[in-house]
C-alpha cells in the first residue's frame, strides 16, 4: 500500500523531529553516563595522564571507610527523612482538606517552603542552628540545645533532616490533598452510617484510596533526598568529621577537586545502580499493594 | 450542593487554629532572615531578646551593600536568562519531542525504545553526570551559560516528555487528520494546531522547568566555575566563602535572592500549584 503524501510527509516530519532529540539527549545524557563508567576504570586525577585499573576502583570501594560512612549517612537521613515528611504532610493535608477558613491562604502558606532554593533556605537554617536555637537552649535550661548542633558529630544529621523536612514537606502535602479530593463524599457518609470515624475512618476509607499517591509521595521522597547535595554543601560542608557527608557530596568534593575522578566515578556508577534498584523495587512493591486492593 | 444542613457547613475551629498556629514553623526562619538582613552589627546581642526583636531603625543599607558586593543585577540577570531560555526550548523541543514520539507510538518498535530511552533518564542522578560533563563541556568549548542550558534542556527532557505524550493522549487526531485534508503540512499543524491546544501542559512544563532551574545550585556550579559569571544562588554560595562571617549582609544578600521568586509564587500561585501536582500525579 503506498502512503499519502500527507501521511509520507507526516512520517518525515516525526522522524527529522526525533532524531536531533534523540541526538541532543544522547550528547548530555548516555555519553556522559558512558564516559562516567569508562573512567571508573581508570585512576584518572581529572587532569594529566591516566592508565586501566581494571576493577580496582571497585574493590577499593568497598573497603573504603569514608564511602562506606557517607553511604550510611545518607540511607539513614532518607529513610529518617521520608518517614518524617510523610508522615507530617499526611496529617497537614488532612488538616488542609478540612472544613476550615482561609484554606487557600493556608494551602498557600504551606507551599512556600517548596519555592525556595534549598542552598538559601539551608544558609538560614544554618544560623538558626548556630546561634539562635543554642541561646534558647541556655535560658530555658535545655542541655541538648545549649550548644549548636551542627558542631556536634552526633546530632549534626538531625538538623539536615529538619531542613530536608521543611522543604520536603511542602510538596508532598500539595499531592496529598490533590489525593485527598478524588476520595467521593458519600464514602465518608457511607461511613459515618456505619459508625466508623476517627483514626478507623482514616486507617479504612481514607488511607486505601489514596495509596496511588501515597507511592508517588515515597518514590518522589527516598529519590531526592537519597541525592541531597545542596543542604548539605550549605550547612555542615560534610562536617563535622564527616559525619554528614552524603554520596553526592562526597562525589563533587573528591571527584572535582580532591583528584579521586576515577575512583569517585566508580562510587557514582555504583550510586546510580542502587537509585535504579531501589525506584524498580518501591514502584513493584507498591503497584502490588495497589492490585490487591 | 442540595445538602446544606449545619454539619456540613460548620468551621473546624480547632484544625483551623493549629494550622495557622503551625503557620509559625514556615514564617520563623523567613522572620529570622529579614530581621538580621536589616540590623547592624552591633545589634546581634547574645540572648533571646535580642536575637527575636525587631531591627532597631529599618535601613536598606545592608540591601544596598549586598548588592554592590555580589554584583546582584548582573547574577539575577544570569539566573533570568538561564532559566527563561530553558524554558523556552523546553517547550519547543520538549513539546516538539512529545508530539513526534507520542504521535508514533503505537505499532512502532522504533518510537517505543526511543520514549523508553528517553524517558528512563530519569533515573540517571546528577552525581554521576556531573565529572564527564564537566570533560565534555570544556571540550567542546561551551563550558559557560550555553553549556548549563543544553544541560538542563537534557535534564528535563524525561519528564517533560512524559507528560507531553500523557496529555496528547486525550486529545483526538480528528483535527490533525481535518488539517491534512486541507494540505497543511505536518509542520504547520503542529505550530497552528496541536501547540495551542497543549497551552495547559506548557504552563505545567514552565513551571516545573522554571523553578528547578531558578533555584538549582549543583549545575552551574559545576560547568560555569570558570567563567567567572554567577546565578542568584551562586553568588550566595561565594558570598558566604568570602564573607561568611558579616551576617547582616549575608541575611541582606539571602532575602535579595528569594524574592523574585517569592514574587513569581505570590503573582502565580494557582499556575505553580497546578503546575507541581500535574508534573508528580501524571
Same mark, same amino acid.
Request: net charge positive; aromatic share 14%; hydrophobic share 50%.
Given at each position: 500500500?503506498?502512503?499519502?503524501?500527507?501521511?509520507?510527509?507526516?512520517?518525515?516530519?516525526?522522524?527529522?523531529?526525533?532524531?536531533?532529540?534523540?541526538?541532543?539527549?544522547?550528547?548530555?545524557?548516555?555519553?556522559?553516563?558512558?564516559?562516567?563508567?569508562?573512567?571508573?576504570?581508570?585512576?584518572?586525577?581529572?587532569?594529566?595522564?591516566? #592508565?586501566? %585499573?581494571?576493577?580496582?576502583?571497585? /574493590? @577499593?570501594?568497598? $573497603?573504603?571507610?569514608?564511602?562506606? !560512612?557517607?553511604?550510611? +549517612?545518607?540511607?539513614?537521613?532518607?529513610?529518617?527523612?521520608?518517614?518524617?515528611?510523610?508522615?507530617?504532610?499526611?496529617?497537614?493535608?488532612?488538616?488542609?482538606?478540612?472544613?476550615?477558613?482561609?484554606?487557600?491562604?493556608?494551602?498557600?502558606?504551606?507551599?512556600?517552603?517548596?519555592?525556595?532554593?534549598?542552598?538559601?533556605?539551608?544558609?538560614?537554617?544554618?544560623?538558626?542552628?548556630?546561634?539562635?536555637?543554642?541561646?534558647?537552649?541556655?535560658?530555658?535550661?535545655?542541655?541538648?540545645?545549649?550548644?549548636?548542633?551542627?558542631?556536634?558529630?552526633?546530632?549534626?544529621?538531625?538538623?539536615?533532616?529538619?531542613?530536608?523536612?521543611?522543604?520536603?514537606?511542602?510538596?508532598?502535602?500539595?499531592?496529598?490533598?490533590?489525593?485527598?479530593?478524588?476520595?467521593? #463524599?458519600? %464514602?465518608?457518609?457511607?461511613?459515618? /452510617? @456505619?459508625?466508623? $470515624?476517627?483514626?478507623?475512618?482514616? !486507617?479504612?476509607?481514607? +488511607?486505601?484510596?489514596?495509596?496511588?499517591?501515597?507511592?508517588?509521595?515515597?518514590?518522589?521522597?527516598?529519590?531526592?533526598?537519597?541525592?541531597?547535595?545542596?543542604?548539605?554543601?550549605?550547612?555542615?560542608?560534610?562536617?563535622?568529621?564527616?559525619?554528614?557527608?552524603?554520596?553526592?557530596?562526597?562525589?563533587?568534593?573528591?571527584?572535582?577537586?580532591?583528584?579521586?575522578?576515577?575512583?569517585?566515578?566508580?562510587?557514582?556508577?555504583?550510586?546510580?545502580?542502587?537509585?535504579?534498584?531501589?525506584?524498580?523495587?518501591?514502584?513493584?512493591?507498591?503497584?502490588?499493594?495497589?492490585?490487591?486492593? | 450542593?442540595?445538602?446544606?444542613?449545619?454539619?456540613?457547613?460548620?468551621?473546624?475551629?480547632?484544625?483551623?487554629?493549629?494550622?495557622?498556629?503551625?503557620?509559625?514553623?514556615?514564617?520563623?526562619?523567613?522572620?529570622?532572615?529579614?530581621?538580621?538582613?536589616?540590623?547592624?552589627?552591633?545589634?546581634?546581642?547574645?540572648?533571646?531578646?535580642?536575637?527575636?526583636?525587631?531591627?532597631?531603625?529599618?535601613?536598606?543599607?545592608?540591601?544596598?551593600?549586598?548588592?554592590?558586593?555580589?554584583?546582584?543585577?548582573?547574577?539575577?540577570?544570569?539566573?533570568?536568562?538561564?532559566?527563561?531560555?530553558?524554558?523556552?526550548?523546553?517547550?519547543?523541543?520538549?513539546?516538539?519531542?512529545?508530539?513526534?514520539?507520542?504521535?508514533?507510538?503505537?505499532?512502532?518498535?522504533?518510537?517505543?525504545?526511543?520514549?523508553?530511552?528517553?524517558?528512563?533518564?530519569?533515573?540517571?542522578?546528577?552525581?554521576?553526570?556531573?565529572?564527564?560533563?564537566?570533560?565534555?563541556?570544556?571540550?567542546?568549548?561551551?563550558?559557560?551559560?550555553?553549556?548549563?542550558?543544553?544541560?538542563?534542556?537534557?535534564?528535563?527532557?524525561?519528564?517533560?516528555?512524559?507528560?507531553?505524550?500523557?496529555?496528547?493522549?486525550?486529545?483526538?487526531?480528528?483535527?490533525?487528520?481535518?488539517?491534512?485534508?486541507?494540505?497543511?503540512?505536518?509542520?504547520?499543524?503542529?505550530?497552528?494546531?496541536?501547540?495551542?491546544?497543549?497551552?495547559?501542559?506548557?504552563?505545567?512544563?514552565?513551571?516545573?522547568?522554571?523553578?528547578?532551574?531558578?533555584?538549582?545550585?549543583?549545575?552551574?556550579?559545576?560547568?560555569?566555575?570558570?567563567?567567572?559569571?554567577?546565578?542568584?544562588?551562586?553568588?550566595?554560595?561565594?558570598?558566604?566563602?568570602?564573607?561568611?562571617?558579616?551576617?547582616?549582609?549575608?541575611?541582606?544578600?539571602?532575602?535579595?535572592?528569594?524574592?523574585?521568586?517569592?514574587?513569581?509564587?505570590?503573582?502565580?500561585?494557582?499556575?505553580?500549584?497546578?503546575?507541581?501536582?500535574?508534573?508528580?500525579?501524571?
Amino acid at each position: 500500500m503506498k502512503l499519502s503524501k500527507g501521511a509520507q510527509d507526516r512520517k518525515r516530519t516525526f522522524m527529522l523531529i526525533t532524531i536531533p532529540v534523540l541526538a541532543l539527549f544522547f550528547c548530555f545524557n548516555t555519553l556522559p553516563l558512558i564516559k562516567g563508567f569508562m573512567y571508573s576504570f581508570t585512576n584518572f586525577k581529572g587532569y594529566g595522564s591516566y #592508565e586501566w %585499573v581494571g576493577l580496582r576502583n571497585y /574493590i @577499593d570501594l568497598f $573497603s573504603d571507610a569514608r564511602v562506606g !560512612k557517607s553511604y550510611w +549517612f545518607t540511607f539513614k537521613y532518607a529513610l529518617v527523612s521520608t518517614i518524617i515528611t510523610n508522615v507530617i504532610s499526611l496529617v497537614l493535608a488532612l488538616g488542609l482538606n478540612s472544613k476550615i477558613k482561609c484554606k487557600s491562604a493556608l494551602r498557600g502558606i504551606y507551599f512556600i517552603p517548596n519555592v525556595l532554593g534549598g542552598l538559601v533556605i539551608g544558609y538560614i537554617f544554618s544560623f538558626i542552628f548556630t546561634y539562635v536555637l543554642p541561646v534558647i537552649g541556655q535560658t530555658l535550661g535545655i542541655g541538648a540545645l545549649s550548644s549548636s548542633m551542627l558542631s556536634s558529630t552526633g546530632k549534626a544529621w538531625i538538623a539536615i533532616v529538619i531542613v530536608g523536612c521543611w522543604q520536603a514537606i511542602a510538596m508532598n502535602t500539595i499531592i496529598y490533598i490533590s489525593g485527598l479530593q478524588t476520595v467521593p #463524599e458519600d %464514602v465518608y457518609e457511607a461511613g459515618a /452510617i @456505619d459508625g466508623v $470515624s476517627g483514626w478507623k475512618q482514616f !486507617k479504612e476509607l481514607t +488511607f486505601p484510596l489514596i495509596i496511588p499517591f501515597f507511592s508517588i509521595n515515597m518514590v518522589l521522597c527516598m529519590k531526592n533526598f537519597l541525592m541531597v547535595f545542596d543542604q548539605i554543601m550549605a550547612l555542615t560542608k560534610g562536617g563535622p568529621s564527616q559525619s554528614t557527608e552524603s554520596i553526592s557530596y562526597l562525589i563533587y568534593n573528591n571527584g572535582m577537586s580532591g583528584g579521586q575522578f576515577g575512583f569517585q566515578s566508580a562510587n557514582a556508577f555504583v550510586f546510580f545502580v542502587v537509585i535504579v534498584i531501589i525506584s524498580v523495587v518501591q514502584t513493584t512493591i507498591t503497584n502490588r499493594k495497589e492490585e490487591q486492593l | 450542593m442540595h445538602k446544606t444542613n449545619k454539619a456540613a457547613r460548620t468551621v473546624n475551629w480547632p484544625i483551623t487554629i493549629l494550622l495557622i498556629i503551625g503557620c509559625v514553623t514556615i514564617f520563623f526562619p523567613l522572620y529570622m532572615a529579614v530581621i538580621i538582613a536589616f540590623k547592624q552589627p552591633s545589634e546581634m546581642t547574645n540572648d533571646i531578646a535580642g536575637a527575636l526583636a525587631l531591627p532597631a531603625s529599618w535601613s536598606l543599607s545592608n540591601f544596598a551593600e549586598a548588592m554592590r558586593v555580589t554584583d546582584f543585577w548582573h547574577s539575577l540577570g544570569n539566573s533570568l536568562l538561564l532559566t527563561v531560555t530553558t524554558v523556552v526550548l523546553s517547550i519547543v523541543i520538549h513539546g516538539l519531542g512529545g508530539y513526534a514520539i507520542g504521535r508514533s507510538m503505537k505499532g512502532s518498535k522504533f518510537y517505543n525504545f526511543a520514549y523508553l530511552y528517553i524517558v528512563s533518564g530519569m533515573f540517571v542522578p546528577f552525581a554521576i553526570l556531573m565529572m564527564p560533563l564537566v570533560k565534555q563541556t570544556a571540550q567542546m568549548g561551551i563550558a559557560n551559560r550555553v553549556g548549563v542550558i543544553l544541560c538542563y534542556t537534557v535534564f528535563f527532557m524525561p519528564l517533560n516528555l512524559m507528560l507531553y505524550r500523557g496529555y496528547l493522549t486525550n486529545i483526538p487526531l480528528a483535527l490533525e487528520e481535518a488539517a491534512r485534508v486541507d494540505g497543511a503540512t505536518t509542520w504547520k499543524t503542529y505550530w497552528s494546531i496541536v501547540f495551542p491546544i497543549m497551552k495547559p501542559m506548557h504552563a505545567t512544563v514552565a513551571v516545573l522547568t522554571a523553578m528547578s532551574t531558578w533555584n538549582d545550585v549543583m549545575t552551574p556550579l559545576v560547568i560555569m566555575s570558570g567563567t567567572g559569571q554567577n546565578t542568584l544562588p551562586l553568588a550566595q554560595l561565594n558570598f558566604q566563602t568570602q564573607f561568611g562571617t558579616n551576617y547582616n549582609l549575608a541575611f541582606a544578600s539571602y532575602l535579595l535572592a528569594l524574592i523574585p521568586i517569592l514574587l513569581f509564587y505570590i503573582v502565580c500561585q494557582k499556575q505553580i500549584l497546578n503546575g507541581v501536582v500535574n508534573g508528580a500525579v501524571k
